[in-house]
């Protein structure tokens, strides 16, 4: 159990304005991998030989994932603003292993996961909701620093914006990453 650090923000690197929801990203995450890779690569299901970029299975209609126990965020954003919980947190401070959800590697027995859908450009009402959502996560947890997953992880673009701008700007919504 810990107290987290970190409150890490995310986008799902779909592309802009594709109304990709929280089963999508479910799905996504927790679906079964391919087995093997290259001309090795098989469906987990029924062992059919599939494209190891396939995202589903001809032979059986399997979807792939990334084949993780748990999805990686708490919360996703959808284009419409709704907040939706992904993986369960109850309401104290503390984390416990059963909320630990699989945003960024090395980082998640500290840290709590917010995931905006699309890449780099969001809508009005992801902008506010995200705002909102940013405060409530910081009034739950008062001491974690609110960071992009990329200020984590040099390889990663996400969540598509600079998070340290749109905090020192007062949350405002971030011109040049609107729909
Ligand atoms: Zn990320
Ligand atoms: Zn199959």
Redesign the pocket.
């Known amino acids: 159990m810990t107290i987290p650090s970190l409150i890490v923000l995310h986008s799902s690197d779909s592309p802009n304005g594709r109304a990709d929801t929280v089963d999508d990203i479910r799905r996504w995450h927790t679906n079964p991998k391919i087995i093997g890779s290259g001309t090795q690569a098989q469906?987990?299901?029924?062992?059919?030989s599939?494209d190891e970029n396939a995202w589903r299975?001809?032979?059986?209609?399997?979807h792939f994932g990334r084949g993780w126990k748990k999805a990686g965020y708490h919360h996703v954003i959808e284009i419409d603003g709704a907040a939706m919980p992904l993986v369960e947190l109850n309401d104290d401070e503390i984390l416990e292993p059963w909320e630990i959800a699989n945003g960024a590697y090395g980082y998640n027995r500290r840290s709590v996961h917010i995931c905006m859908i699309g890449r780099d450009a969001f809508s009005y009402a992801q902008w506010l909701s995200l705002t909102d959502l940013s405060f409530q996560y910081q009034d739950q947890f008062p001491r974690a620093q609110i960071v992009g997953h990329r200020d984590l992880n040099p390889n990663k673009i996400c969540p598509g914006f600079d998070v340290a701008t749109w905090l020192a700007q007062g949350r405002e919504v971030l011109e040049g990453h609107v729909l």
């Open positions: 469906c987990p299901k029924c062992l059919a599939v299975c001809n032979t059986c209609g399997q």
